[in-house]
C-alpha cells in the first residue's frame, strides 16, 4: 500500500497538481486493483517489473532485456458475476447425479480464466466407472460443449469435474510473467505456458524438460503457443545465453523473428536445408561431448561455470591457436520447427534419425527440440520420436486416435480450441489441463522493434552450410549424379552386375525405399548408365563394368568366373565316356588317331556352349547332343550280334 501511495504521489507530481488532485490520485489508485483476488494482488504489487528482468550478470554490455511494458495487461472480469455463475453449476451437478441415482456432494470448486474445475465427493460404495460414463450427459445438463472428468484428481480421494466458463478470460503472457518472476530466476530457460484449471501460472524450465512436442489441429493455438514460447526465451535470456534455430515451412509463421540477434542462421524456410541443420546440430552435439570430456563434467552449465583459467589449466593446449579455439561459455540452443509433417515428408529417414540421435544424447550438452505438427499421425510422429520426446502438449485434436499418439490417452478430443491445452509434464503420467498465453502480432511487433537487429551475428560455421551433396554440385550444371545420392555408384555396379536396371532390384540390393530407388535409376538413364523407359520391362543395360570403371576413374572389380561353363561341362565330360565320334559326324582324321578326333569334338563341342549368350542357344546345343546320344545307341543296338561290325564301330 505504501509503495502504491509514494507513485500516485509521484504521478500527481509529475504533473503540475495541486494537493487535492495528489489526493484523488492517491484514491484512485487503489480502485483499479479491484477485486482484491491473490493473482490481482500479485500483479499489482510487481508494477515495478516493467523494468528488464534481470536474471544474471549480463556480460554483454550492449544488449538490454527488452521490457514487460512492452506487452499487454490482463484484463479482469467481475468476480461477483462468476461466483454466482458457479453456485449455480454447482447445484445443477448436485440434481444431475441425484437423478441417475448418486448422491454426491460439490466440496471445493477451482476457478481459472477458462475452466473452472468442481470437486465432488462420492458417496460410500459408489464406483469411479459409473461417474467416468455420465460426461455426455452432464455436458447436456450444464449446457456446455463439453465435460472432462478427472477420476481421480491426484492426490486427493475425489472426483473432479471440468466445465467451460460462459465467459472466457484471456490469459497476458505479461501477467505469467509478473507472478512468476521469483520462480523463473532459478530455470535456466523458463518457459510460461499459461494457467491451469485453477489459475496458477504454468512455467516450466526448457533444460529440464529438455525437448517438447506440441501438436494441434489448425486454428486452436498451437502457433500462439509457439511465439509465447519463442517471446518467453527473449523476455528473459541474452544472445549469448541462448541460441536460436527455427524451421518455418509455412514461411510465414516465424517470418517475425528474421532480425533476431539470437538467431544461429536466417529462418529455414528449405526442407533439404533442414535437414543439413540437424545434421549440423548432430555433429555439434558430439563436438561438445568431447570438449566436456576432455575438461572433466557432465553438463553444460558446470562446463560454464568454471572459467577461462580452469578451462585452460585443465584441457592443456599446447599452442596459442588451440586455446583460442577453447570457448569459454557456451550458450543454450534451442531448435524450433513449426511443422515437422513436411520435413517427414521430404527426407523421412534422415530426418527421423537426426531427431532421435539429438532427443537421446543432447540434453546435457544444452541443445533441444521443439516440434510442432498438425498432424499427429504415427508416420508423422513415429514411436522413436515419441519416446524420446517426454514433454508434450496437446490441443483440440481431430479423433481419439490422435489424442492417444501425442498422450497415451484419450481427452484432447473434447478441448474446446483457442488455447484450451493438455500439458503432460516430464517424468509423470499425470495430464495437466490449462489455457495457453496469448500473444498479439502487435506485441510480438514490439519486441522485436526493441531488440531487433539489421546485421544479425550468424554462426559462420552455419553461414554457408549447403544440403548434402550440394556443394560440388553447386559449380556444375545439374550437378553430377554421384553428388546427388551416395549410393549411386553402388547402384550403377549392381545394376550392371545383374545385367538389368529396375527399382526393385536396388530395393533389395541397398535397402532403400522406392523413391530413392526411382531417383537413382533416373540418375543412371542421365549418365546413360542405362536405357530409357521401356514399360514394365526392366531397363536395358548400356556399358560394361570395364566402361563403367573408366568412366568413373575406379579400378574395374576382377572378373566373376563364368557359371555357364560350369554347369555345361558335364554333358561334355560325358561325351568320351560313352563312346566316341558321336558328336563330330565328319570322317576320321588323317592321322588315324581316334583320341586325339575325340579330344578335337569334345573341344568344339565345349566352345559351342562357351559362345551360347543365351538359353535359348544353351538349349540348342543340348538338344543336338541328345540326338546324337539316341543315335548312337540305336547303333550300338543294331550291331550288338556283329563282332567286326564292332570292332569297325570302335575303329571309327
Avoid at 145 to 163: D, Q
Avoid at 215 to 221: K, L, V
Avoid at 324 to 353: Q, R
Wanted: glycine share 6%; aromatic share 4%; charged share 30%.
Amino acid at each position: 500500500a505504501d509503495a502504491e501511495q509514494e507513485d500516485a504521489e509521484d504521478e500527481a507530481e509529475g504533473a503540475g497538481a495541486d494537493d487535492d488532485d495528489a489526493e484523488a490520485t492517491v484514491d484512485e489508485a487503489p480502485t483499479a486493483v479491484q477485486p482484491a483476488v491473490p493473482i490481482r494482488s500479485r500483479s499489482r504489487s510487481s508494477r515495478r517489473a516493467s523494468e528488464p528482468l534481470a536474471m544474471a550478470p549480463d556480460p554483454v554490455a550492449d544488449y538490454e532485456l527488452p521490457s514487460l511494458d512492452l506487452l499487454l495487461p490482463t484484463e479482469y472480469l467481475e468476480l461477483d458475476q462468476q461466483e454466482q455463475e458457479v453456485r449455480d453449476r454447482a447445484r445443477v451437478l448436485e440434481k444431475t447425479f441425484a437423478e441417475f441415482g448418486f448422491k454426491v456432494k460439490v466440496v471445493e470448486v477451482e476457478t481459472g480464466p477458462v475452466i473452472s474445475q468442481y470437486e465432488i465427493e462420492l458417496e460410500a460404495g459408489l464406483r469411479l466407472a459409473k461417474i467416468t460414463n455420465l460426461a455426455d450427459d452432464l455436458a447436456i445438463a450444464l449446457r456446455v460443449p463439453s465435460v472432462r472428468i478427472v477420476a481421480p484428481i491426484p492426490g486427493k480421494n475425489s472426483v473432479g469435474i471440468e466445465v467451460p466458463n460462459t465467459t472466457r478470460q484471456m490469459v497476458r503472457l505479461r501477467e505469467v510473467i509478473e507472478e512468476t518472476q521469483a520462480k523463473s530466476r532459478t530455470m535456466k530457460i523458463p518457459i510460461f505456458l499459461g494457467k491451469d484449471v485453477a489459475g496458477n501460472p504454468m512455467v516450466v524450465d526448457m533444460a529440464s524438460m529438455p525437448h517438447l512436442l506440441i501438436a494441434g489441429r489448425t486454428g486452436t493455438g498451437k502457433s500462439v503457443c509457439l511465439n509465447s514460447i519463442i517471446v518467453s526465451m527473449l523476455m528473459t535470456r541474452r544472445p549469448d545465453e541462448v541460441r536460436m534455430l527455427m524451421i518455418d515451412p509455412k514461411m510465414v509463421e516465424l517470418t517475425p523473428y528474421k532480425s533476431l540477434p539470437h538467431l544461429m542462421h536466417p529462418v529455414v524456410t528449405d526442407m533439404k536445408k533442414a535437414e543439413a541443420i540437424l545434421a549440423w546440430a548432430v555433429e555439434k552435439m558430439e563436438e561438445r561431448y568431447a570438449l566436456l570430456a576432455k575438461v572433466g563434467v557432465r553438463h553444460l552449465t558446470q562446463y560454464n561455470a568454471l572459467g577461462r583459467d580452469e578451462l585452460l589449466r585443465r584441457i592443456g593446449p599446447e599452442t596459442e591457436e588451440e586455446a583460442a579455439a577453447i570457448p569459454t561459455t557456451m550458450p543454450f540452443i534451442v531448435m524450433i520447427a513449426d511443422e515437422i509433417a513436411d520435413m517427414m515428408m521430404t527426407a523421412g529417414k534422415e530426418i527421423e534419425a537426426h531427431i532421435i540421435r539429438l532427443a537421446q544424447k543432447s540434453r546435457a550438452v544444452g541443445i533441444h527440440l521443439i516440434l510442432a505438427t498438425q498432424k499427429p499421425t504415427v508416420d508423422v510422429i513415429t514411436g522413436l520420436i515419441k519416446s524420446n520426446l517426454p514433454a508434450r502438449i496437446a490441443f483440440q485434436v481431430a479423433s481419439r486416435t490422435d489424442s492417444r499418439v501425442v498422450l497415451d490417452e484419450m481427452g484432447a478430443e473434447r478441448l474446446l480450441g483457442n488455447g484450451d491445452m493438455l500439458f503432460l509434464s516430464p517424468g509423470t503420467s499425470q495430464i495437466l489441463r490449462g489455457q495457453g498465453t496469448f500473444l498479439s502480432d502487435d506485441e510480438i511487433g514490439r519486441v522485436m522493434a526493441a531488440i531487433g537487429t539489421t546485421e544479425p551475428q550468424y554462426a559462420a560455421e552455419l553461414v554457408n552450410l549447403q544440403p548434402a551433396g550440394a556443394a560440388d554440385a553447386a559449380g556444375k550444371p545439374g550437378g553430377s549424379p554421384r553428388d546427388k545420392d551416395d549410393l549411386y555408384d553402388a547402384a550403377v555396379e549392381v545394376v550392371i552386375r545383374e545385367g538389368r536396371g529396375s527399382v526393385s532390384l536396388l530395393q533389395r540390393a541397398l535397402g532403400v525405399g522406392y523413391g530413392r530407388g526411382a531417383r537413382l535409376i533416373d540418375f543412371m538413364a542421365e549418365d546413360g548408365v542405362v536405357g530409357q523407359y521401356a514399360g514394365s520391362q526392366a531397363r536395358e543395360v548400356l556399358l560394361t563394368m570395364e566402361q563403367w570403371a573408366a568412366r568413373s576413374g575406379t579400378a574395374p572389380l576382377p572378373p566373376d568366373p563364368a557359371p555357364r561353363k560350369l554347369t555345361i561341362k558335364p554333358h561334355v565330360e560325358a561325351v568320351p565316356a560313352r563312346s566316341t565320334g558321336v558328336i563330330g559326324d565328319g570322317p576320321d582324321d588323317d592321322d588315324g588317331d581316334d583320341e586325339d578326333d575325340d579330344d578335337q569334338h569334345a573341344y568344339d563341342d565345349d566352345d559351342a556352349f562357351a559362345e551360347a549368350e543365351d538359353d535359348e542357344a544353351a538349349d540348342e546345343v543340348d538338344e543336338d547332343a541328345d540326338e546324337s546320344w539316341e543315335d548312337e545307341e540305336d547303333s550300338d543296338d543294331d550291331d550288338s550280334g556283329d563282332s567286326e561290325d564292332d570292332d569297325e564301330d570302335e575303329d571309327d
